[in-house]
């Protein structure tokens, strides 16, 4: 079943793949019911009080000066995001086809990073059904990746033919310059939950108010780390598809975790002071992550 998703990261520059990799899921993981939120919350935030005042000062690579923001020096990487909306009578077997052509696709083209995809947990205005989160080293190997022949064959015969419709959004962030963070490898990354947070901010707002809230947000997630394992954030480059200025990608622990954050007053102030009177439309999806293997070499 794909009902959970399939996550998988990669060292660079990607090699050919064996055929022969071993998949494993794991058993449904366990959660605590949302009422038992609150105890947690506290808990939560006096061990991040502790990680905050305990950080180290971070080197950005890319400029040579330092920063209080951070803990290590940074990099930068480019997110991709494709949502799908598929039909109403797709077949489970049409189902793991698709995302099975999807996730295989990194292994016929350099620069993927990493990789996530799966089935979206809850309902959305849009109807969109499916999630496929990508990392790249660079927007060229991005470029590179729109017109590989596999992967618009892969888009031609296993995906359109079941689906209706689908958005991409790329944008650019930074990441701690360490092999964990970069190819979301290690053991935090193996399962969890992934949250998509897409936003179209009125032009008006451009500038000071949209960095402020960006900014804001930013310092928002970094102070949550026992829930979340890695957040990005970045303004929307793709020109095709324009609906959206800015996307967002946390990895969060569990299901509890992301639970915690978004019920958290905290979030919910953030929103309202800095994000609720800037933005058009905004449209936040999640789906969980199951391992499915080791590395491919």
């Keep these: 079943m794909w009902n959970q998703a399939l996550t998988l990261s990669l060292h660079f520059p990607i090699h050919h793949a064996h055929t ?37 000062t971070v080197f950005t690579a890319s400029t040579g000066e330092t920063s209080s923001i951070g803990i290590e020096k ?49 309902e959305n205005v849009e109807n969109f059904t499916h999630a496929v989160y990508m990392r790249f080293q660079s927007k060229k190997n991005l470029s590179k990746f729109y017109e590989n022949p596999f992967y618009l ?10 689906c209706h419709g689908l958005i991409n959004v790329d944008y650019e962030s930074e990441v701690e310059d360490d092999i964990l963070p970069i190819f979301r490898k290690g053991e935090e990354f193996n399962y969890g939950v992934e949250f998509v947070l897409l936003i179209a901010f009125v032009e008006s707002a451009f500038g000071g108010p949209v960095e402020d809230a960006l900014a804001s947000f930013k310092e928002l997630t970094e102070g949550f780390l026992s829930l979340i394992v890695q957040s990005t954030q970045g303004a929307n480059f793709n020109v095709s598809s324009e609906e959206y200025t800015h996307g967002l990608v946390i990895r969060f622990r569990s299901l509890e975790a992301f639970e915690i954050f978004m019920s958290s007053s905290e979030y919910k102030d953030i929103w309202r002071s800095k994000f609720q009177q800037i933005i058009r439309k905004t449209l936040h999806i999640h789906f969980s992550v199951d391992p499915v293997g080791n590395e491919i070499m």
């Design 20 to 56: 022969h990799s071993h998949y494993h899921r794991q058993n449904p993981r366990l959660y605590s019911s949302p009422s038992s939120n609150a105890s947690r919350f506290k808990r939560v935030m006096s061990m991040d009080s502790w990680r905050r005042r305990n950080r180290r």
């Design 74 to 122: 940074t990099r930068k990487v480019v997110e991709h995001i494709c949502l799908l909306k598929a039909k109403k009578e797709l077949l489970e077997e049409e189902e793991n086809e698709m995302l099975d052509y999807l996730f295989t696709s990194q292994y016929h083209m350099r620069g993927i990073l990493a990789i996530s995809l799966g089935r979206i947990s809850d």
């Design 153 to 162: 064959g892969v888009l031609k015969e296993h995906v359109m033919p079941y």
